[in-house]
């Protein structure tokens, strides 16, 4: 019932990343870094798995969208 | 060392909140009957109800929970996941859903009414209701104890906003809401919490490093030191941890508990509600790598930031300074406070405060911006155990204890009302539980433990409804009772080693066995409630009269035919999928035996 879950997870995660990813790349070499995350820039990082994550929820939901009105040809 | 949010972390928590209101708000227009706003119309598929049915129990408390029993007793606390949980996932799916669905129940009780009696359902129905309303409170509790501890907010606020938010969408989505938004939890925790193993595990130097830095051996394996109660930080021998844990404590919640139960008779056909736990199955094997790990590494991690300058040194060759983060802590595990900013002890040794553990790790690791998503897992996992316990209260208030008792005969707009009506008063009573859980500690181990009697010989009735067709209503009632019964005497007879009596048993005088734990006393516990309900409700379901067999077809497994496969890709069977999870769960025991 309802429309598709995937899409509010795909736009919130979309929407994660790309903040993750913004504000990875405005502290780079912050010593933050140093202090909490080995020295790994893991917001940077760990942003584009949240966006790649966030894009693939969405790609599933167009490519259900695609898929329903084929089926109901079907029937 | 109390962490500041930046701009970005309030940012990723609001945006959080936004699109969890945002949902309620589409799907308020999609309920229309009863039948929408408690079930979800039956129409939910597999994969989300799968993910919700995981999600409702997942709790802030089992994150929390999980990463406290992993710094305590190290991998065995694995045992709750790969011999407890998953299991009696297997087992409600494949054998259980198809009389809790095909009966066309709303709901547990409702099972039982149909199955047994009506006064069999009157007593699942108030205690379960009292409970789930009750642990929604308690977790509430939790919350706000926790972000008020950790990050300095006002713990009336946390939890004023948090349940508003929750009465929001739940009020306009019913369980619709409930469940979309746990998937979303689900996710929220894994992407939240997969960088955190990473970093903790790379920071100790991986497993074998981890193994290294804790240094005892009955840590790290599960069940190599199963053998004597003695030889394990658990106290616990396999024996009573195969019966008491895995298969009355258990079966008796993932079985028979309405709050995970509801999001598979949401499910939109007969496979799909059997596929939802097993589904659920296969994620719940790899979450004590998410939930455990953690709590593990905290009791051994250290921090650059004041790494020498509390605490005593030294230095062990190979393996890390023991100093600690806080004096007198473990690890970054900081000890109990009192009022007066002292450790707290306990015969001479300081007490931990366990419960920190992975909240103390988000701390440690993240940096601001992934500290945001940390913390907005562990706030969403919060808020969704509270709406999968107010929806479960709703569902049960309106069907089982409303429609029953109060007003029969009226219309399904109503019960739609009354639905809506009862979120909000369920809230409002959690609410109050959390007030006074913060006033009153002891009531709430009280309120936990009767809790814990009730529950203790559901299994046994359940198992005997389903499968033995000669269980009548009075030996259901009279077996819940007495196992509840028999659950409160075996407790107040028994204590763990070094406890006094009151709150932790013995309550009833006599002592005639001291357990070498907790846990080992509830695991025992359990055993002889489900021990005593069953041959109590065998011994009376004998004595009295059976139901004609007509009105029993579709909820005994005899009498029921077997649900049909035919058509259905080998993926899409149950007990497939199933004996796939059996092998990778053997596989998991052997590989941290």
Redesign the interface.
Known sequence: ???D?RM??G???T??GI??IG??AA?NG?A???????G?N??AW?GV??LA?GLGMLALTRLRRKQQPAAKEQE | MRPEPHLIDYTIILLYFAFVLGIGFVLKKYMKTSTDFFLSGRSIPAWIAGLAFLSANLGAQEVIGMGASGAKYGIATSHFYWIGAVPAMLFVGVFMMPFYYGSRARSVPEYLKLRFDEKTRGFNAISFAVMTVFSSGVSMYAMGKLLQLLLGWNFTAAILISALIVLAYTFLGGLTSAIYNEVLQFFLIVMGFIPLVYLGLRDVGGWDGLKARIANDAMVHSWKYMGNSNANPMGVEWFGMLMGLAFVLSFGYWCTDFLVVQRAMAADSMTAARRTPVIAAFPKMVFPFLVILPGMIAGVATSPRVHGMIGGKSEVAGVAAQSSFFTGGKGIIPPKYDAAGQPVTADGKVVLDYDLATPMMLVRYFPSGLLGLGLCALIASFMSGMAGNTTAFNTVWTYDIYQSYINKTASDQHYLWMGRASTVFGLGISLMAAFVAKEFNNILDVLQLVFAFVNAPLFATFMLGMFWKRTTGHGAFWGLLGGTVAAATHYGLTLPAGAVAGVKGGYLGPILHVYPSEMAQNFWTAIFAWVGCFTLTVVISLLTAPRPEQELKGLVYSLTARPEEGGLRWYQKPATLALIVVVLLLGLNLIFW
């Open positions: 019932m309802g429309f879950i509010p997870i736009m919130l995660f929407l994660f903040l993750l504000y990875g502290t912050s933050m870094y140093a202090e909490h995350s080995l790994v893991i917001n760990w798995a949240l994550f």
